[in-house]
């Protein structure tokens, strides 16, 4: 069933690309340590969606995906809790906005 899987993917070609990159963003911030380089290449010549660096730091992996303005509405947090296990990671400033409902993204 191919030929129906494809008429299906080219009527949304749009809506499965932004789902690509969704999902290639999360990989490159979870995998600090692996640089990523995503190039969307068109008829018109290509262009580079977002790289990271493989820097360890997982900041500079988010800045890297997301720019430099989300940097700044980002917040680092760690958390000890029972039986040694360590959280840590960043969590977006509670103002307008910050985070998900940024229009920047």
Known sequence: ?????????????TREYQRLIRKLQA???IH???RFVC???TAKGRSTVF???GSKRLL???TSVFGAKQK???IPIKLECPN???????????SAGCGMSSGDR
């Open 1 to 13: 069933n191919l030929p129906v899987r494809l008429k299906d993917f080219q009527k949304n070609k």
């Open 27 to 29: 990989y490159a911030i």
């Open 32 to 34: 600090t340590d692996v």
């Open 39 to 41: 190039v969307n290449q």
């Open 51 to 53: 790289a990271t660096q």
């Open 60 to 62: 500079d992996c988010v």
């Open 72 to 74: 700044d509405a980002l």
């Open 84 to 94: 040694d296990v360590e959280l840590e990671g960043l969590i977006s400033k509670a």
